[in-house]
């Protein structure tokens, strides 16, 4: 049996996989390696893979290719005995989908799509997908709760990402194929994207350049480190979707079915104002922080808080790595990997 993990030479899709084959899983690999940041990250992470591989004799498979690509991703299966598929390719970055919409549609919506169809065909018995914290939006009800309708996104990528809730619920009714959606909140960590916050302060404050705090850093963020997600997903993985006997038409629980499918928060619980996070990297790189405050971005929501009770309850977990304890760590990974002198 093999675990499909698209996506895997992305940020989260890295770490997913090399935890699969640490624990000596068969792992099969998609990803295009495109240039949305850096690709000698993306090499850099699959090189990793493929050593780890060698290392725990797990088999390891990679395909380069865009999952938008419909007989690439057929072809895939074809070639591979996949029973269980981690979804964590998508076009990621908030502010990016108000500037390039198209590829969000491509990655999110076309890809899904062909995943969902290659699933329903090649008779896989678990589905986990990356949703988002994003899908919140407007909604200010502290903290989020699966249970709670998500229907006013402020950005297309969060539209991108309830769609796929939606779409894999059609695929769970029609076809009963267990389903389970994670929403992440602001992961973060060593081999994080380049264009993400810690990666472009760190960076700024080891040159002596300012770093651009929006919202005067007033916002709060439920920051979770991605060794925690990691260790979510596989239980979601390990746990595959189920109906809920006591779902009531009449009152439709929007996290749960009478389909086999799931939706969970992975996060700290234990939102972070963006200037403590501020601080704690300035603690691990012993500088101080030129801050050049600005106003909420377009698409920024002010505070993200995430209910874990469902993750707990149903998987026996909780994230708890502190953000002290998680930017140090990366702040270790950034200096010996990409600061240069």
Not at 230 to 256: L, S
Not at 290 to 314: K, M, Y
Request: net charge negative; glycine share 6%.
């Amino acid at each position: 049996m093999a675990i499909l993990v698209t996506g895997n030479a992305g940020f989260i899709g890295f770490h997913t996989a090399k935890t699969l084959l640490e624990r000596g899983d068969d792992v099969v690999g998609i990803d295009v390696v495109n240039d949305y940041y850096d690709p000698t990250i993306k090499e850099a992470r699959l090189n990793i893979l493929e050593e780890t591989a060698a290392r725990t004799n797990a088999r390891y498979s990679f395909v380069r290719a865009n999952m938008a690509d419909r007989p690439a991703v057929e072809k895939m299966f074809a070639d591979h005995d996949i029973r269980r598929v981690i979804n964590l390719a998508a076009q990621a970055g908030v502010r990016y989908s108000l500037e390039n919409p198209h590829a969000y549609v491509e990655s999110n919506i076309v890809g899904f799509t062909n995943i969902l169809e290659a699933c329903r065909h090649g008779g896989v018995e678990h589905l986990v997908y990356a949703s988002t914290s994003s899908v919140y939006g407007a909604n200010k009800a502290m903290p989020f709760t699966e249970h709670k309708g998500v229907d006013h996104p402020l950005q297309f990528y969060a539209a991108t990402k309830k769609a796929n809730e939606l779409m894999a619920h059609s695929y769970s009714h029609l076809y009963r194929l267990p389903t389970t959606g994670l929403r992440f909140f602001t992961v973060y960590g060593p081999w994080g994207r380049p264009d993400m916050a810690l990666f472009l302060f760190t960076k700024a404050i080891l040159a002596g350049e300012p770093i651009n705090v929006f919202n005067h850093g007033n916002h709060t963020r439920d920051f979770t480190y991605v060794t925690d997600i990691v260790e979510g997903v596989i239980r979601a993985c390990d746990r595959p979707a189920q109906p809920n006997p006591d779902w009531d038409a009449f009152n439709p629980d929007p996290a749960t079915s009478d389909a086999p499918y799931r939706i969970y928060n992975i996060g700290n619980n234990n939102p972070v104002k963006l200037t403590e996070y501020i601080e704690a990297l300035e603690h691990s790189l012993g500088r101080t922080a030129i801050r050049n405050l600005l106003p909420l971005q377009a698409g920024d929501v002010p505070d993200t808080f995430a209910d874990v009770s469902d993750l707990v309850n149903d998987l026996g977990y909780k994230p708890a790595t502190s953000v002290r304890e998680g930017v140090a760590n990366f702040v270790a990974w950034y200096l010996e990997h990409v600061h240069k002198g």
